[in-house]
């Protein structure tokens, strides 16, 4: 494919935060944006306001946890608009607390959904998608800087995240010689509804109010303040893009300084 613009992206989470700041950098790239989440009705509403923009926008429900709601993504996705160019493995969660306290059945959905959907996505895309067959394609995988540094009562988010970048580095090499690059962007503090849930949960485990716990955050960041969805997503927008061709295997931080590695 020789043509910039009008490619098939694939975004998963993309109703909110940095998902949904992704899809309009796809998206104003002229790319053809196919988004996914488990809320059928934000999906929805998303959909119709990407269009709203002048995007070319469309989207069906999407749980990350399952291969059968992966695939089905990925074959509606290739019904609607065509053969997947570009996939950006986004969706995720938070999750963690003192590891002596945690369930397993909370480490076992935080490294289902933001470890093991990242394989299941790919691998649909590869084949479902017809990704394997290509001569030019991106996966960009959303980690954090939690996924190359330890976070205290973050022990599953943590782990799942360092997978995501293990994941990263061993497809990358391996796609490396077929045109298809594969790199994880890594976000440190960004303002989205997770980052509230976060702030929430140290709160409540500190017993301070979620004010203190923001100055404490924004005091880690060299920048001194959270990153923005739009900064995230100014990377993807990059990543996706063709002389971002030999940027493969690796894993950027987008963090205000707060990772310095
Ligand atoms: N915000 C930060 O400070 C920060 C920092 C580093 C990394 N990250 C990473 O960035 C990514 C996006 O985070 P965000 O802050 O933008 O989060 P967010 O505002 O909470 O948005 C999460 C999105 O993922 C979707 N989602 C969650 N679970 C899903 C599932 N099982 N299947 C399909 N979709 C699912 C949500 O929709 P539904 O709930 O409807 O499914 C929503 O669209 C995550 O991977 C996160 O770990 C965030």
New binding site residues.
Partial sequence: MTEQNGRVALI??????????VARVLGSARHKVF?????AE??AE?VKQLQSEGIEADGT??????TD?ARAFVQAAVDRFGTVDILV??????GGGVTADIAEELWDDVI???LN?VFRLTNAVLNTGGLRHKEWGRIIN??????KQGVVLGAP?SA??HG?VGFTKALGNELAPTGITVNAV??????????Q??RAGYAAAYDATEEAILEKFQAKIPLGR??T?EE?AGLVGYLASDPAASITSQALNV?GGLGNF
Wanted: net charge positive; glycine share 12%; aromatic share 4%.
């Fill in positions: 998963t989470g993309a109703t909110s935060g940095i998902g949904l700041a988004i996914g989440a488990r809320n934000n999906v998303t429900t999407l749980d990350v946890r399952s709601s493995n986004n969706a995720g969660r938070s289902d959904t933001n959907s959303i980690a954090s800087t939690a996924g988010y799942s995240k995501v890594c976000p440190g503090y960004v303002e989205t509804p997770m980052a849930r976060v959270y990153s969805p995230v963090c």
